[in-house]
Every structure is written in C-alpha cells, then in structure tokens.
C-alpha cells in the first residue's frame, strides 16, 4: 500500500536548513498495523505527513496505492486523500462550530454524498464508536476521550483504507486511553491498515511493527509477536 | 451543501461577536449612506421629468438670459409650424399679488400668466375643468388643489369669481399641484390675454425681455434645426442682427439657470456629483474594513481550514463557503441598513427640503437593486478573504501556523487601512473647508451694516414713514426700489465720453433719501442724497467704485451721465434722467459673495417697494409689535410680512450651508467606519501579540512602553494615508473655492487640523484595547502558550 524510497524533506528558511528525514525507506502493506517510535524531533510527524499526502518529499520516492505520489499539486493530492486516508491527532481537532454529527459527516459531504446515504453512514460509524447518545452536542461538551472517540468515528466513516494516527493516546488518561488502542486494533482486525506515531511503549505494543526513528533515520524495526487483544 | 454553509455562518457569526457587530455596523452604515445620498440623487435628476413631453420641451435662451421677447412664442408658432409643434409663454407676476373672493383676501407670490397652450406642452393634470377652453377667455382664472382649499375649504372652486388687480376672473378650472421637482411652480394661472389690459401693445413689443418662452419640438425635428433658423427670425423681425439665441433642454434648466431666470430653486449638478462620490467613498471604507478583518480574523480558522482540506475540501468548495459567509453578512447588514435608511429619511428630507420619503418605495425594481447592491458588496468585499482563507495549507493547520503573518496579505492590509485614512482625511479637509468658506461669508464686512435692519413692504410710505419714525425703537427708517439681496436690473445709460449710439446697460439702485445711512453704507468721496436740495430728485446720481473705474473715470464727481428707462407705450428706451455724479459710494456687496460686485448707478425716486427700518438692538420685540400696529393702520387690511437683512442675506448660502452639514454628516460617518475597522484591527492585532507583550512585560516594558509599540504602526499608517490625502484635498477644494468671488485662504491650517485629528482619533481608538492589552497579567498570555 505504502512504499517509500530515499525518502528526504528539508525545511529551508533564508539562513538554515533543516533535514527532518534522511534517506527513508519504508513499506507498509495492506492491513499492517505499524508504529512508529521516536524522540522529539526526530521527524515522526514529518514521515506521517508525507505519508497521508498533506506534504510532498524534497527528494525520493513516495508510492501509494501503487501510484507515484511523490510529486503532485496539493489539489492532486487531496484527490487521492479524499475517502482513501483517515486522520486521527493528538488534539482531536474537530471542529468546534459543528455539532458531533456534523463533525462525522464532513469527509462523506466533500466526497458529495446525498444527505440520506450520509445520515447512514455517519449514524453507524456513531453507533460502532458509542457516541450516537451524543450526537447534537459540540465538542467543548465532552471529554477528551469522548472527542477522540468522535475523531475516530470521523476517520473510519468513509471507509478509509489507511488510517493515520498521529499520537492518538496523548491527551488521554489510560483508560480512555487503552480504550481508543482497542478500537484501532477492531478496525485493523477488519482489514483496515494503522500507522501510528507514538511515544508510548505499551500503545506500540498494540501494533504488529515498530519502526524507530532517530534523527531522520530509520534506526530499527522489530516485528512484534503476538499483540494485546 | 449551501445549507451547510448558511448554518456554519451563522454558528461563526455568533461565536464571535465583537467581529461580527463591527462588520455589522460599518457595512451597515456604509450601505445606509449608499442608499440615501443615492435617493437624493434620484431626485435630483427628475426635476421636470414627470412632463409627457420632456425630452421635446425647449426653453428659448437670449444668449445667457432665460427672458425673451413678448411677441417670439407666437412668431415661432406661426411661422414654423412643421419645426414647432407648440409654444407656451410664461411670465411669472414678481411681486405678491392680492386674490379677492368676497371678503377674503388672499396674498399670493405664485401667480404667472400663461398661453391656454400650456396644457398641450406641459403635463398638469386638471382635476376640474376643460385643458382646451381653460384659459381661452381673457377673464379666466385656473387654480392649484391647495388653493382652492385655501380659498374655497370644501365647496367646489368652480365658476366663482376672483377678483385680481381690480378684474374679476372666473374659475375655470383646478390643477393638480405642481410637483416639487420643478423648475418653477405657480398656484395660479391667468391669461397673457389679460396682460393686455395692463401692458398694452407692449406684448407686440420686440424690443424688451420679460416672458419665458418654451418651445414643444417634433419629435423628429432637432433642437439645431430650429436655433438656425432664429437668427434670420430676429433680424426680420427687430431690424437687427442677433445671433446669440438658442434652445434650453427642460431637464437642464434646474442645473443651469441663466441670467433673469425664473429661480424658485436651482440645483447644483457639482453637487450632485460630489455626494454621488462620497457616497461611493462611504460604501469602499466600509467594503475595505469588511476585507481587513475577516483577514485578520482568518487566523482563528487556520485550524479549521486546514482540517477541512484533510477531509477533503477543495479551494472551490472552501472559496464558496467563505463568500457564502460574506453574503450572508452583507444580507443582514442590509436588513440594518434599511433600518438606519427608514429612521434617517424624515430627517434629511427636512434638511433638504426635499420629499425623499416620496421614492423609498420597496417595488420589484428598487428591491431587485438592493439585492443587487449587497450581492455586489459580498462579492468585492468577501472575495480576498474567501480566496485567502481558502489558500491555507492543510499542514499549518497541525503547526499551529498562523497564517495572517504572511507578507503580501499585512501589505495589502496595511495598504487598505492607509486608503480608509486618505479618504477620510480628505473629507475632514473637505468639510472643515465648507464649513470655513461658509463662516467667511456669513461674518465677511459686506460694505454695509445688516444687523438689526428690518425690510418690510413700502406701502403707503409716506405715512408709513411718518408713523414708524415716531417709534421710540426706530433708529432709521428709508426705503427703496431694490434692497441688498435681491437683484438689482440692468438698465440701459450713456456717458458723455460714449459714442452716441452705443447704450450699454448697468446695474441700477433707485432709493429714497436716507437710505445710504439707514444701511450705513460708506462714501468713498462727495455726498449723499439730500432731501432738501430739488436737485437731487431731479439730476443727481451716486455711483459706486467699480463703476468709477468701470467707466475710467479718476475723478467721478460732476460727471454727466444719461440714464433710460422705457417710454410712455413701453416701446423703446429713452432718456429718463440725466444728471452729475455727485457722489461715490465704497463698493459694498448686495448681491451674493459668489459674485464680484459690479459697477452700480444709484438715484433717488419716489417709486418704492420695499421699505428698510433700522430698529435698536435692545428694542426689537417691542418695535417690532408697534411696526405691526403701524401697518395694520395704513395698509387696509393687506398681510403683514417682513424679514431682518442680515438672516436673509444668510440665506443666500443655504446651499452652501446645507452642504456643509450633509459634509459633516458624511465625515463623521466615514471616520466612524474606518475608526471600528482600526479597532477591530487592533483586537486582532494585540490577541496576537499577547505572548509577546507577554514577555515585553516580564522583561521590564511599562504600559507606556507597551502601548506606544502596538499604536506606533498604526499610527504610521494613518499618516500615510493623510500624506496622500493632501494634494488631492487642495486641488479639490481650490477648484471648489473658485465658484466664489470672494473666499478664504486655502491655507496649511486645515491641513494640519485635518491631520491632526486623524491621528488622534486613530490614537483614541487604537489605545482603547491596547491599554488593555498592556494592562494584562503576563502569566495569562505566556501559560496560554500551546
């Protein structure tokens, strides 16, 4: 799903260049959950970026879903995002004007969908995520993990092949915490492929890979054996 | 889709208030200001447009003088018939004129003689009575519906009898009132057949100007086609060459009155122009202020754009949402708008004297062009915001990136608050300007003293002055053909140094002896009228400055000069009195101080109008009641009317006057528009800078500090904006100032009042929320650090 060759990206502003990715190889296939681990400032966030299309390499190759995405306009690449790739963030950032339902239904409105299809669609991934009881509430009514659990119904609603996590645990206690890894390892179970960044060792534990990263570089990747259920 | 934009709007708008109101409020005001100059407008322009045949009605011009010969109208008609399809003739009685029905009395100004043709080229429609035969009979009489409710309450008007300059007349009919967009207005017609009772063969007459002649063309003839054939017209007619004569649209006279013109009210098609441009100035600041904060209010949604673009919005589906926002704004600040429209029309109509509330009418076509002008107000207004708010990258959203840092967008909106500054520095120049000019008139030394001076009508005047003398609080009594103020007429006169069969004309003053000192007019060498010396009646003549050297002469005294007035039968002029200079006055200004004083000639005469009282300050109601008394002895019973000179002299600059308030009005507005964009600008500005004056303050900054770091750039922008405003306010201003003869200096002061307030008007607004923001705890701004 996921191949990325001598992958580089350089933040140049007029008087310093900064490397964040240096030379980084990566392939992830269909249904693979992977983490990726590293300390502040290593690039974790950079290499998801490129990875879910919001950025482009300064150099290397980038391929998803067997097309050279390495080089394309923004535009192009929202083509390829639209309905192919899930965000879920630290912050949640969901919207703050809409309503939980509204905040669902967003991805499936830009993909022009019918009021009545999205109704549906956007009701289940509610009910799948347990937030249906709260539908008409804005976010600043519930808690951090209520909205990460909202976050996550917006991710999946439409289908995403590839979800994007991006230390999705951060801002949550350990319960709720434990809880969003269970419903990212459900939805891997049911073919959906997970790359998340994180700092936490027993979040990384859910995934079937880990990847470091240091400086740049991937440093190691381990396979797991066996994860939490 | 678009209902997903309307609801996200709405919930925007009302998350954030303070922005919102602000927008409101200035784009409101600057529509509300669109919408009424743009009413007055309107009704400028459709002066006399309500005719059905305006677009063929012509007004015969003498060169600059709007009064033509008696007999001209029926030549015309005569002898062009396939070029003229009508011709009407007015000639508006000057003076009020006494309506005598049984024992009412009523004094009327707006009584005119006119052809019975009037009906066939004017529209006035006749709600009573016959348009054909109205006027056919030299004893009719037609009256206006407010008239005949003066005159008559309920009962019907028609076939009374009013009696009028001692002839009885029969109602023949009742016109609908002349509308008020209208170059001249009259509440009476009566025949020029009439006229003939009093003038003779002098309506045969072709050697003197007294009618308005209008013409009804084909509508297939062309105005030239009918000014060509004039010139052999005159010459056949008067024995003389003349080529000065032409055709006056109807719909131009309102704008361009000539020399004698008929002038209930003239308008000023400058003037028009001018509130046209303010208005469209007013509209910008307001467009521009929307423009600036919604970008910098953008910076608050850097996250939600970017969020967006994640799941999967493009720059068009994000550019439609942001102009729907923008139209959804400029709709309810319509709505506001026709709110302040609604509550301010009286009022202005009342300043204008004009009946505006007449076309605030919400039909199709006024509503479909309000629509049109608020689609319009989005689009120009809401499009940079739209387009900038929709460029943002979907990957600064997660940096927390904000991106009303970037250049090219703080130029633009630098740029802009300096525009709003220029055109309001501008309008402060413009209006202290008006306002100065005016205060220059009204005080300037007109040559004569016009304080506490009474003018009254002179009837009965010897015994009127016998008995009003005797009033302890008349200081000086005197009267006279012509009072400052009204227009002196040319009449023709020769010198001894002229050859003899030149006879140019020059303004002529008749008085009473007396009335030199009642006004206090200064002699600049010789004397004044004296009552004792026979001579003066007979052969003496005063004559002012400019006629000395009008006429080159060094020194005026004993010089002889032949004055004409018309003969017995009104047929031609001949010498009516001759004389010697024996006195010369200083120039004073007794027309208005638009015009350079013109050379004079002043004699005595028994003929008098209007009668000028010198009342002492401290006794003026009390005089004024025994004036009254006086009158109501000698006059038989006619209405009492008066007016103190110097506020009728005041008058003369209504125009001015007014405009300088509707200036006013405007500037302020326009200060107010640009003044909320400043604030909401700074509110912007100092949220964002709240870590670093954060930081300035746990570094040792004071307030002062504090504050005159976040007014510095502003500031600096405010005088920019002024810098330009200059050389554009001086060449306006000055080419405004040459409509005067005498004006005041366009000097560095107004410029420097002008700029001065600018800026501190910027400061007050700037400080308000930068004080605050300087007063704030640190520790907010610099733990708030996400």
Not at chain 2, 109 to 123: A, E, G, L, Q, Y
Not at chain 2, 188 to 199: E, K, P, T
Not at chain 2, 481 to 486: A, D, H, R, T
Not at chain 2, 643 to 661: C, H, P, V
Request: aromatic share 12%; hydrophobic share 45%.
């Amino acid at each position: 799903m996921i191949q990325a060759k001598n992958l580089k990206k350089i933040y140049s502003t007029e008087e310093v260049e900064t490397t964040a990715l240096n030379n980084v190889n990566i392939e992830i296939k269909e249904g693979e959950f992977v983490a990726i681990m590293g300390p502040s400032g290593c690039g974790k966030s950079t290499l998801l970026n490129i990875m879910g299309l919001l950025d482009n390499p300064s150099d290397g190759e980038y391929h998803f879903l067997g097309h050279d995405v390495s080089d394309k306009t923004e535009r192009e690449r929202a083509q390829f995002r639209k309905g192919n790739i899930g965000f879920i963030f630290q912050s949640f950032n969901l919207i703050d004007e809409l309503t939980v339902f509204e905040n669902v239904e967003l991805p499936l409105l830009y993909l022009g969908m019918d009021s009545t299809e999205r109704k549906e669609k956007a009701e289940a991934a509610l009910e799948r995520m347990s937030m249906m009881h709260r539908r008409n509430h804005f976010p600043q009514q519930l808690s951090g993990g209520q909205q990460q659990r909202v976050a996550i119904a917006r991710a999946v609603v439409a289908n995403a092949k590839l979800i994007l996590a991006d230390e999705p645990t951060g801002n949550l206690d350990s319960d709720h915490g434990n809880e969003v890894m269970k419903v990212l390892a459900e939805l891997n179970e049911q073919g959906t492929t997970i790359v998340m960044v994180t700092h936490s060792p027993h979040d990384a534990d859910f995934a079937m890979r880990v990847i470091h990263l240091f400086d740049g570089h991937v440093v190691t990747e381990n396979m797991q054996e066996g994860f939490h259920v | 889709m678009l209902k997903n934009y309307i609801k996200i709007a709405l919930r925007h708008l009302k998350k954030y208030k303070t922005y919102t109101a602000i927008n409101l409020i200035g784009l409101s005001v600057g529509l509300a200001v669109c919408i009424v100059i743009t009413l007055w407008v309107r009704y400028e322009l459709s002066y006399d447009k309500y005719h059905e045949h305006t677009n063929d009605i012509y007004r015969i011009l003498n060169g600059s003088t709007a009064a033509t010969q008696p007999p001209l109208a029926p030549t015309l008609k005569a002898d062009y018939p396939d070029l003229v399809e009508d011709v009407v003739r007015f000639w508006p009685i000057q003076a009020p004129s006494d309506l005598v029905y049984q024992e009412q009395v009523l004094t009327e100004r707006n009584i005119s003689f006119t052809d019975p043709s009037i009906f066939s080229v004017f529209t006035h429609p006749l709600l009573d009575g016959n348009p054909e035969t109205a006027l056919s009979s030299p004893n009719s009489i037609l009256i206006s519906k407010s008239l005949a409710k003066k005159f008559f309450k309920e009962k019907d008007p028609m076939g009374k009898t009013i009696n009028m300059w001692g002839t009885d007349l029969e109602v023949t009919g009742v016109f609908e009132d002349v509308p008020l967009n209208s170059h001249h207005r009259f509440e009476a017609l009566v025949s020029l057949d009439l006229l003939r009772n009093f003038m003779g063969s002098m309506l045969d007459n072709w050697s003197w100007n007294g009618f308005y002649t209008y013409v009804l063309l084909d509508p297939s003839v062309n105005p030239s086609d009918l000014e060509r054939v004039l010139p052999s017209l005159y010459s056949n007619y008067t024995g003389e060459e003349y080529n000065e004569a032409h055709l006056q649209p109807l719909s131009d006279i309102y704008f361009n009155p000539q020399d004698k013109d008929i002038g209930l009210a003239f308008g000023n098609l400058n003037y028009v122009y001018i509130l046209a441009t303010i208005a469209v100035f007013v509209l910008i600041i307001a467009c521009v202020n929307f423009m600036n904060l919604a970008t910098a209010h953008a910076s608050l949604r850097t996250k939600e754009v970017g969020m967006r673009k994640t799941l999967g919005a493009d720059k068009f589906q994000l550019t439609t949402q942001f102009l729907s926002e923008a139209f959804i704004l400029s709709f309810t600040a319509l709505l506001l708008a026709l709110f302040w429209v609604e509550l301010s029309i009286p009022l202005f109509s009342n300043f204008t004297e004009k009946p505006l509330e007449a076309l605030l009418n919400y039909n199709l076509a006024s509503i479909l062009s309000l629509i049109g002008l608020t689609l319009f107000v989005g689009i120009i207004a809401g499009s940079y915001p739209a387009f900038f708010l929709s460029g943002f990258k979907p990957i600064n959203a997660f940096k927390g990136k904000s991106n009303s840092g970037i250049g090219s967008s703080v130029i633009l909106r630098k740029g802009l608050v300096s525009f709003q500054f220029a055109i309001s520095t501008f309008m402060i120049v413009a209006a202290l300007t008006v306002f100065l000019q005016l205060r220059f008139m009204q005080n300037k030394d007109l040559g004569f003293d016009d304080d506490y001076v009474m003018v009254m009508e002179a009837k009965n005047y010897p015994l009127l002055h016998d008995q009003i003398n005797k009033l302890p609080g008349v200081e000086n009594i005197s009267a006279a053909y012509n009072v400052p103020g009204q227009r002196f007429p040319f009449y023709p006169f020769r010198t001894e140094e002229m050859p003899t069969d030149s006879l140019p004309t020059m303004r002529t003053l008749r008085v009473n002896a007396g009335f030199l000192e009642t006004l206090g007019i200064n002699m600049e060498s010789g004397r004044s009228f004296d009552e004792q010396r026979s001579t003066d009646l007979t052969n003496s003549f005063i004559i002012n400055s400019s006629a000395a050297k009008y006429l080159g002469w060094e020194e005026p005294i004993g010089k002889k000069i032949y004055w004409y007035d018309f003969n017995e039968d009104g047929t031609s002029f001949e010498v009516a009195k001759e004389g010697y200079v024996i006195g010369v006055v200083d120039d004073f200004n007794y027309a208005s101080l638009h015009n350079p004083i013109e050379p004079l000639v002043i004699h005595l005469s028994r003929e008098v109008n209007s009668a000028v009282i010198r009342v002492k300050p401290d006794q003026v109601e009390t005089t004024l009641a025994g004036i009254r008394r006086v009158w109501n002895e000698t006059s038989g019973g006619s209405p009492f009317w008066y007016y103190f000179l110097d506020e009728e002299l005041d008058n003369k600059y209504q125009s001015e006057l007014k405009l300088g308030k509707v200036f006013g009005g405007l500037t302020s507005l326009a200060l107010l528009i640009s003044c909320l964009g400043l604030f909401g600008l700074t509110v912007f500005t100092t949220n964002q800078r709240a870590k670093e004056i954060g930081l300035r303050k746990v570094l040792g900054a004071s307030i002062a500090n504090i504050i005159a770091l976040l007014s510095k750039d502003f500031l600096k922008l405010v005088l920019i904006g002024f810098v330009f405003a200059i050389p554009i306010g001086w060449f306006a201003m000055n080419t405004w100032l040459t409509d005067f003869a005498y004006k005041i200096d366009l000097g560095i002061g107004i410029f420097f009042i002008a700029g001065s307030s600018a800026v501190l008007i910027a400061l007050l607004t700037v400080s308000y929320h930068s004080i605050k923001a300087a007063s704030a705890n640190p520790v907010k701004s610099l733990k708030n650090e996400q």
